[in-house]
């Protein structure tokens, strides 16, 4: 299931063409539906635009047909392709490799394999609603107070 998710049901290209200031777009990529739409409802509340996948290989479609996030948020244990899989192809795609991943995981943080990814961030379950928006603020360059009057 991909939705975008939107205050305003206005794609952020529409609102950059009108000149309003552009949302920060959040893909969020978790294989727990309960888990995903809470995090889309949360950060949609608070001024991103979200976009979600229910597993790597559907993350990778969507943002072939076009969606471009500021940052992903990223579950490493997921079926179809997992975070491993899904980060290693982002690594090797120049259109993909740029941008900010958050990864939201139970996986402890000495796993070896944590060592090659290119991750910015490594938030592990559980973390609080404040400690989830503090990484991605710190990642996205789009200014907290942008989100909020978008």
């Given at each position: 299931m991909s939705t975008l998710v939107s205050c305003d049901n206005r794609s952020t290209r529409d609102r950059e063409r009108a000149g309003a200031p552009r949302k920060p777009v959040v893909l969020v990529v978790e294989d727990h539906e309960f888990a995903r739409e809470a995090l889309a409802a949360l950060l949609s509340s608070i001024g991103y635009d979200v976009v979600e996948?229910?597993?790597?290989?559907?993350?990778?479609?969507?943002?072939?047909?076009?969606a471009s996030p500021d940052v992903i948020l990223l579950d490493l244990?997921?079926?179809v392709m997992d975070g491993w899989e899904f980060m290693k192809r982002q690594r090797h795609d120049w259109r993909l490799c740029t941008i900010p991943t958050i990864v939201v995981t139970g996986?402890?943080?000495h796993d070896p394999r944590c060592l090659e990814m290119p991750v910015v961030r490594f938030l592990r379950k559980p973390y609080t609603?404040?400690?989830?928006?503090?990484?991605?603020d710190a990642e996205v360059s789009i200014p907290a107070a942008a989100r909020?009057?978008?």
């Open positions: 996948a229910e597993n790597g290989r559907e993350a990778l479609a969507v943002m072939a047909k076009g244990m997921m079926p996986v402890a943080s609603a404040d400690q989830l928006i503090a990484a991605i909020q009057t978008a």
